[in-house]
């Protein structure tokens, strides 16, 4: 596993360390587009690599571990329709209720064995703002696959409270806590690095350079281990 570990970090560094210039020279996109992009599939990468160390440490067989694209059908609730007043509105739903759905999909589907355990959202920051949408999405999926796990993976957190610190047991911020007290999902948060998010402080710039410490991979690795053997 420490070779795995050590080939994401050094990763992390060559793409937060020289994504800044090549921002700056692009001449095809925006410089925030690139950044944003640059940081958004660095994180995705990474879950996906802990995911794939995690299993891996539970002596699981790779082929029995993959990630699905497909976006999942989220079908229109009966009790809706029965609640519309218009009659032709509600008739017009029922003769077309194969078209009614929402197609759903958060940045990681973890499938083991063809069967769906763990949804991930992937942030290069989180607010509370953010989360909101998050947890519908998640409730969402959760109306389907009730059994199903839900991780927020994010490199910093703006979220208020202790996500971003080293301790074992985090408090979180009264913010997320009121947030998450009005939906029935249960979010493991995995925050990569210390310190809360400031705007004005990004990471890919020199002078605000935060290092992405094994310590963080090896308890993000525990949580997926968790995750994966419900």
Same mark, same amino acid.
């Given at each position: ?95 077309n209720i194969n078209e009614f759905y929402y ?9 083991? !064995? /063809? =069967? #769906?355990?763990?949804?991930? %959202?992937?942030? &290069?920051?989180? +607010? ?6 998050? *947890? ?33 047991i985090k408090f979180g911020s009264p913010s ?19 310190g809360e998010r400031k705007v004005d402080q990004?990471?890919? !710039? /020199? =002078? #605000?350079?935060?290092?992405? %410490?094994?310590? &963080?991979?090896? +308890? ?6 968790? *995750?994966?053997?419900?």
């Amino acid at each position: 596993m420490e070779e795995e570990l050590n080939s994401i970090i050094e990763a992390y560094d060559d793409l937060i360390k020289g994504i800044e210039k090549e921002a700056k020279v692009s001449t095809d996109r925006a410089y925030g587009g690139i950044i944003r992009a640059g940081k958004g599939k660095l994180v995705e990468s990474i879950a996906k690599e802990l995911i794939k160390i995690s299993w891996e440490e539970m002596r699981g067989n790779l082929e029995d571990l993959h990630f699905a694209n497909k976006k999942i059908k989220i079908p229109i609730k009966k009790e809706y329709i029965e609640k519309i007043k218009n009659e032709e509105v509600r008739q017009y739903i029922k003769d077309n209720i194969n078209e009614f759905y929402y197609l759903l999909k958060t940045d990681i589907h973890v499938f083991i !064995k /063809e =069967e #769906f355990k763990i949804a991930v %959202e992937c942030k &290069a920051y989180t +607010e509370n703002a953010m989360l909101k949408r998050i *947890l519908v999405d998640f409730t969402l999926l959760k109306s389907l696959y009730p059994n199903l796990s839900f991780v927020l993976f994010q490199l910093e957190s703006q979220l208020g409270g202790d996500y971003s610190s080293d301790k074992e047991i985090k408090f979180g911020s009264p913010s997320t806590h009121t947030l998450l007290s009005y939906f029935d999902v249960e979010i493991n948060i995995i925050t990569l690095l210390k310190g809360e998010r400031k705007v004005d402080q990004p990471i890919h !710039k /020199e =002078e #605000f350079y935060k290092p992405l %410490e094994k310590d &963080a991979l090896k +308890e993000a690795v525990q949580v997926f281990k968790t *995750l994966l053997i419900r």
